[in-house]
């Protein structure tokens, strides 16, 4: 779990171009700066990349925090191992 | 600032650019000569993606652009209604971004010809209106859409055939646009049609992307899409490129022509080399013949070169050329003779070269010339050049092509700053290597063979059998040397030859050979290097070196004298000539092949 928080980190530091920045699993929308819908979309489809997991409809609209996000990628990742 | 500048040419890396838009942003932002425009983007989807990805290329294309962006869906309304906030904003140019997904009067199934007509003039008419209104209003360019085809089709192939099919009706309303373009000047057809089916609709949209975010555009797309609009934006504003600079061999036919001849270049039908080669020039004649001005710039003697053209397979006339530079220059020097003598500015050049290490020094030298990353596969060079869209025009200007003088407008020329301050500078980036031995088994064939080809960078053009040169190899009294040199492109394999025999302390060379491929490098000042070092361990005290002229080796006419050798006779006719080097006190003379390797 801790290893998908780490390998989000570069991806979030070039989305929002801040090399210092450091999310938890705690981070979201409201506490991360420049988080809007736009840099939402940027975040998804660099994640679908990295990790090549595909996101369904509606997934991350429910979605509170970047805990979340981790709990359901790890889901994605498992299945397509 | 390297890498940015590859993610954003041909073959794009979007995953890159998607990432690392932000950095992007900010470095090419740190460019002084940027020139402002104001663009107001009316979307029938999402617009945001596509203004962050088109400002990167803008900004590569030396604008900083400032966008409006209409509100959701609303093109129709803020261009024809509500606009005061669009006219506040002043935009130089408006972009409607519609697509498939907007087309509102579609018809229905089986619906008449006339009905099908009925449908096709109310769609177009709201576009008029579109147009009509931002022309009256706001008085602006107009970049539109055109439409992509549907990537679904409940009648699958009657979808085409039908009048109310909807792919139909896409290929309808595409030629009335492009008739509307024609009568309007201030309208530009952005052709996503081509661009979709070009990338395949699969690869252009993205269902969830559309459900989810209302983009019409997936985001390989959308880098592909945001590049055509910035071309399009280059050419509205007169900053397309102008000049098409070729390298001649390998480029636009196969082979070295000083070495193989006219007869002996791949062109023509009859191989695959030869058909690519002459598609390639079938593409350059058409820039042509469409107003792009070629010119040539190529490491050969200038006859030779010329000859290339009469070959019966070149598509490619010598009249077709406004300008030649074939010599043993560094090209970089040669292009800006090219810039001179047509009195264009370097940001109108386009130079193409199969050659890794050619294009490196022109582009470092000289940054405003774009110079294609296009491979040494000569299938590709057209696809490169064409998709980079270098000569994008939104109108075709006759005039331009009528002008005898091609280009007759004195344009301030860009200053621009040399990555590196001198040509040495340049050589020492390539970070050479060089591994010079003595001939033996592995090579013999390779160096009989080198001897066999090589015409112009040869002092004696003496040819050898592989048994010829194993005596040589083998002989006690003989000094036979190859040299292999890489570079950060890669290797360029055995490309040198220096051999000769020891005689009363004295070397005799009788064969000294280099590929052209390398030239200019210093490779022959490491061979010399080499061959002083081997020569003095055999007793030799001194070094005979002899040029015997051909029709095809004048370039090596001073090799010994710029090698520090003097002259010790020269023939009454200047044909031939012999030279010496006193090995005492020699000192070495390589400096930018930064390894050696000896055996």
């Known amino acids: 779990m801790t290893e998908i928080l780490a390998q989000l980190q570069p991806i979030f530091q070039d989305i929002f171009d801040q090399g210092d920045l450091e999310i938890s699993r705690g981070s979201s929308a409201e506490t991360v700066d420049g988080w809007d819908s736009l840099a939402h979309i940027n975040l998804v489809s660099a994640i679908e990349q990295e990790f090549s997991i595909r996101f369904a409809l509606g997934e991350l609209e429910a979605m509170k925090d970047v805990g979340e996000m981790i709990d359901l990628m790890e889901l994605k990742i498992g299945k397509s191992d | ?599």
């Open chain 2, 1 to 599: 600032m390297e890498q940015n500048m590859r993610a954003l040419s041909y073959p794009f890396d979007v995953k890159f650019i998607l990432r690392k838009r932000k950095s992007i942003r900010s470095e090419l932002l740190k460019n002084t000569e940027l020139r402002d425009i104001k663009i107001a983007v009316l979307g029938g989807a999402t617009t945001s993606e596509i203004c962050s990805i088109a400002e990167l290329f803008l900004l590569k294309s030396g604008f900083r652009p400032e966008f409006f962006q209409s509100d959701y869906g609303l093109y129709f309304e803020t261009a024809v209604f509500d606009n005061a906030s669009l006219k506040q904003f002043e935009p130089d140019l408006v972009f409607v971004h519609t697509t498939n997904v907007n087309i509102t009067n579609a018809p229905i199934l089986f619906a008449s010809e006339d009905e099908c007509n009925d449908c096709l003039s109310a769609e177009v008419s709201r576009y008029e209106s579109i147009w009509d209104s931002l022309s009256n209003e706001l008085g602006c360019l107009v970049i539109q859409n055109n439409f992509d085809l549907p990537r679904t089709r409940s009648l699958g192939g009657l979808d085409m055939t039908q009048h109310y099919g909807q792919s139909n009706f896409v290929l309808r309303l595409n030629l009335e646009f492009a008739a509307a373009a024609r009568k309007r000047p201030n309208l530009i057809i952005q052709d996503i049609h081509h661009l979709s089916a070009r990338l395949g609709l699969d690869q252009w949209f993205d269902e969830e992307y559309w459900f989810s975010y209302k983009l019409a555009v997936s985001h390989i797309g959308t880098v592909h899409l945001a590049h055509m609009f910035s071309n399009l934006v280059s050419g509205a504003y007169g900053k397309m490129r102008k000049c098409l600079v070729l390298d001649l061999d390998n480029t636009i036919w196969g082979g070295v022509i000083g070495d193989d001849s006219v007869d002996g270049i791949k062109l023509g039908q009859g191989s695959a080399h030869g058909e690519a080669f002459s598609s390639f020039q079938k593409y350059c004649h058409d820039l042509h013949a469409r107003g792009v001005i070629l010119a040539v710039c190529s490491k050969n003697e200038l006859d030779t070169a010329k000859e290339g053209f009469s070959h019966p397979d070149s598509i490619l006339n010598i009249n077709d050329l406004s300008s030649i530079y074939a010599n043993w220059e560094p090209k970089s020097d040669n292009i800006e003779r090219i810039v001179n003598d047509l009195n264009i500015g370097l940001d109108s050049l386009v130079f193409v070269d199969d050659n890794p290490a050619e294009r490196a020094l022109v582009s470092s030298q000289l940054p405003p010339v774009a110079v294609p990353d296009l491979g040494s596969e000569v299938s590709r060079f057209t696809e490169f050049l064409d998709r980079e869209g270098y000569f994008e025009a939104t109108m075709i200007d006759i005039d331009d092509i009528r002008r005898t003088s091609f280009y007759a407008g004195n344009k301030d020329r860009t200053q621009h700053q040399s990555q590196f301050a001198t040509y040495d500078e340049f050589l020492e980036s390539l970070d050479m290597k060089a591994e010079i031995g003595s001939v033996n088994a592995s090579n013999v064939e390779r160096v009989a063979a080198l001897t066999n080809k090589t015409n112009q960078y040869n002092l004696t053009t003496n040819r050898y059998t592989v048994a010829d040169i194993e005596a040589m190899a083998y002989g006690d009294d003989y000094i036979t040397l190859y040299g292999r040199l890489s570079d950060r492109f890669g290797d360029n394999g055995l490309v040198t030859v220096v051999s000769g025999k020891v005689k009363d302390f004295t070397l005799h060379i009788d064969l000294w050979l280099m590929s052209c491929r390398v030239l200019k490098r210093e490779l022959e000042l490491a061979m010399l290097d080499a061959l002083v070092a081997k020569a003095s361990g055999q007793g030799a005290k001194e070094i005979m070196g002899y040029y015997y002229r051909t029709p095809k080796n004048a370039m090596v006419e001073n090799h010994y004298s710029r090698l520090g050798f003097e002259l010790v006779s020269k023939a009454d006719d200047e044909t031939n000539s012999v030279w010496k080097l006193a090995l005492t006190g020699y000192k070495t003379k390589n400096k930018v092949i930064r390894e050696i390797k000896n055996d």
